[in-house]
């Protein structure tokens, strides 16, 4: 019997992963892994290790998550030691849970590996921290994907009344639906709100605006996943600590002289 690490690769930038998560993939004969692992993670891995794409988009499932299930159980029941790679933290919003599950049925030893997640990550390179003592003393950490309706209505109301800072992932397809519910259960129109797309790689790009605002400038400056949204006031930092934009800015100026 071989063994399953379930791995959270990070939000993109590849030295974000964690000591033990790179030495999972030097260590695996097998790796299974998602769209938005940064590919250079893979040059690690053994050059006989089987490197097999699970990626999905939104809306295409490129491999079902019961075809994932299949591999993992298939490759760590010939013996093999399995790296599962997956974007950001296995356990939020990754469907790790249910890969642990499936694993736990057929008594495939397997372990979990934290990985630093995108939603606290991304907002950090942007220069928004998630909590701060003058801003924010709670967070929550939203799916934004699903289709927002009436059965939303509970959830919605708690987090506009109950939370300082809001972190949606997958939110972009919905993001008028999103900022109506937000203002229609209490959040001020005002309130600020940053969209940072591909958040920790080069092509990082970041968009402020407010609820009232935000569907509107989004429109004239094209926003697509994957991206990050936060709402709350801890995005009036951005201003003045996006360190990680004003060093890319810095790096092109230099490049160009």
Known sequence: MGKVYLVGAGPGDPELITVKGLRCIQQAD???????????????????????????????????????????????????????????????????????????KHDIPFEIVPGVTSGIAVPAYAGIPVTHRDFSGSVAFVTGHRRIDATDAVQWEHLAKGVDTLVIYMGVKHLSSICKQLQRYGKRPQTPVAIIQWGTLPEQKTVVATLQTIVDVVKKQPISNPSIIIVGEVVQLHEHLQWFETMLEEKMVHGMR
């Not at 939104?58 to 030691?81: N, R, S, W």
Request: aromatic content about 10%; some cysteine; charged content about 30%.
């Open 30 to 104: 097998v790796i299974l892994y998602d769209r938005l692992i940064n590919e250079q993670l893979l040059s690690f891995a053994k050059r006989d290790a089987d490197l097999i794409y699970c990626g999905k988009l939104p809306d295409y499932h490129t491999m079902k998550q019961e075809t994932i299930h299949h591999f993992l159980v298939k490759y760590a029941k010939k013996g093999k030691i399995v790296t599962r790679l997956k974007g950001g933290d296995p356990f939020l919003f990754g469907r790790g849970g249910e890969e642990a599950q499936a694993l736990m």
